[in-house]
Every structure is written in structure tokens, then in C-alpha cells.
């Protein structure tokens, strides 16, 4: 006997569904205080696939890892179906936060707004998701092989394609190569200047791989801290060197070494888990967009917000 659709149930249990995600969301950002857990994060986010957990927003994938701490590659029961792998018998979905929309025009009250013109935001409905590890079938399609960015050969491809963005931002005039001079920072590998828009990148210090994450950085700082941005050195210093994080991990370049200032240090008061999240969410867009030129293929569509 086929089961009775009740609206009202179904209207009020996606509500409480929600309501739980929100309070889970605002616990998972509380729950970043450390180095450690900030870098756990961005390796989560470092991968390529057509089902990468950073297809999602920051806070939805703060939400998978929640409740999949393992998961790296996260889609819908029908999103799976279309790369031939089906949802096991059992396994319970992970909720994320898809965003509601509505034409500005009308009665309802906006939250927020959306990258659509005439939209604005005016709640979220639950999204069911399931991990790769919840899945049965044949392995995901492989993103093409990773340029070894450790060899003089994939540094000067990886500098390459990083011009390709650089080259398109109204915020960069130039990118310079070359050895320290008097009266450079002494200990920086490379900077980047908003009064004139240069990048700079030492030579001759580091390795090839190295070198390849300080332009990394730098780019970041273009695309994320323009003249006027308003955050403050900390929080730059935080987004450039994770968007680097997640660029080159997510390329095989190890940057294991790497290490960020705990989380109290540039977010803390009772903005604390709204700040947390509208980093990462810079950091994401940003290693997305360069990802996009770096790994062109590997780039998929946004299952939510």
C-alpha cells in the first residue's frame, strides 16, 4: 500500500532538519580554535573530481565533515546515479543547507541576496547528500594527471597558467622574477604591492616547488586584498596562505610544513563563527577560481550554496 504524502509533515520535519543544521553549523565553526583543525579543513577541500567536496560552500562542507570527517567527495542520490555508483542499502544521507530564492519583486522577506540579478535569499531547505564511502560502484572518473609541481618542468607550467589569471585581474600590472635585492624583506619570498599592482617572486632561494606556492600566495592576495581592502593583516596573511594550501594540495604538491596562526589570534568575539565562515568562503572562491585555470576539467558544477 503506497504511504500518504503529508505536506504539513513533510513542510515542518524539513524545518527542523534545517533548524538542527544551522545550530551543527554554528558548533562545527566554534569547534575550528586550531592550527591543526584549520589545516584538516583545507585538505578536505583539496581534491579534484567531478563530486569534490568543494563543489559546496564553506559551510555546507564544514556540515559533511561534521558528520564525515573521511568524506572528500560528497553528491545527491541522483548525482551519484549519473556516475554510476548507487547509494548502499542503509546508509543515512548528510544534510546540508540548499539556499531558497525569490524574485526581489515580491512579498517575501529577503535575507540575503543572490548571485542572480533580481533574486534575494529568503531561507535554505535541507539537501540530502551522500558520501563516496556510502556509495557502491565503479571508481570516479580521474581528473587528468597532476603536473608534478616539484620539477623545473611543472613549476614553469604551473607559472604559466597562473599568468593566465594574474593577466586577466584589473588588481595585478605585472609579475617579476628575480633575485633579492638591497632593501627587500629580508626573510619574504615574494610580495605583493596594491599601490602598483606588482607581484614579486625571489628566485634562487627556494625550491621550484616553492617558489610555485609563493606565486600562489601572491595571486591570492591580488584576487582576495586589493588597495582598500579592509581586513586586517592577519586575516589576509590567513586567506592567502590557505588559498595556497588547497591550490597546491589539490595539485600533489606537499606543503605539509605549512602552518597558520590559531584561529583565536584573527577570529575571536561573538562574531567569531560568521567571520570563520566568511573566510573560508573567500579562501574557497578563490582556490576555485584558480583551480579553474590550473585544472580546467576537474571544474563541475554547484549542487548548493
Known amino acids: 500500500m503506497a504511504k500518504t504524502y503529508d505536506k504539513a509533515k513533510w513542510l515542518e520535519d524539513s524545518k527542523v532538519r534545517v533548524e538542527k543544521a544551522k545550530v551543527a553549523l554554528e558548533q562545527g565553526l566554534a569547534a575550528l580554535q586550531t592550527s591543526e583543525d584549520w589545516i584538516r579543513t583545507l585538505q578536505a577541500m ?29 553528491a545527491t542520490f541522483g548525482t551519484w546515479r549519473k556516475l554510476g555508483r548507487s547509494v548502499a542499502k542503509g546508509e543515512k544521507a548528510l544534510t546540508i543547507l540548499q539556499p531558497r530564492f525569490a524574485p526581489k519583486d515580491s512579498d517575501a522577506e529577503a535575507i540575503g541576496s543572490s548571485d542572480e540579478p533580481g533574486q534575494k535569499l529568503i531561507g535554505f531547505k535541507p539537501l540530502s547528500v551522500f558520501a563516496l564511502q556510502q556509495t557502491l560502484g565503479p571508481a570516479l572518473p580521474e581528473p587528468r594527471a597532476e603536473k608534478d609541481l616539484q620539477t623545473p618542468e611543472g613549476f614553469a607550467w604551473g607559472v604559466e597558467q597562473l599568468k593566465q589569471v594574474a593577466q586577466s585581474l584589473p588588481e595585478v600590472g605585472g609579475i617579476e622574477f628575480r633575485p633579492r635585492l638591497m632593501g627587500d624583506p629580508a626573510r619574504a619570498r615574494g610580495w605583493y604591492v596594491p599601490a602598483t599592482k606588482q607581484i614579486v617572486v625571489i628566485t634562487g632561494e627556494s625550491s621550484d616547488g616553492t617558489m610555485f606556492r609563493t606565486l600562489v600566495h601572491e595571486t591570492a592576495h591580488a584576487l582576495l586584498h586589493p588597495k582598500g581592502d579592509h581586513h586586517s593583516t592577519p586575516e589576509r596573511e590567513v586567506e592567502a596562505e590557505s588559498t595556497a594550501f588547497v591550490v597546491c594540495h589539490a595539485l600533489g604538491l606537499d606543503t605539509s610544513e605549512t602552518s597558520f596562526p590559531y584561529v583565536a589570534e584573527w577570529a575571536h568575539g561573538t562574531e567569531a563563527a560568521k567571520q570563520l565562515a566568511s573566510t573560508g568562503q573567500r579562501i574557497l572562491t578563490a582556490a576555485t577560481r584558480l583551480l579553474g585555470v590550473l585544472a580546467p576539467e576537474a571544474a563541475t558544477h554547484r549542487e548548493a550554496a
Open 46 to 74: 583539496a581534491v579534484l573530481g567531478p563530486a569534490k567536496l568543494s563543489r559546496l560552500s564553506f559551510r555546507n562542507a564544514i556540515l559533511v565533515l561534521l558528520e564525515r570527517p573521511d568524506a572528500r567527495h560528497v
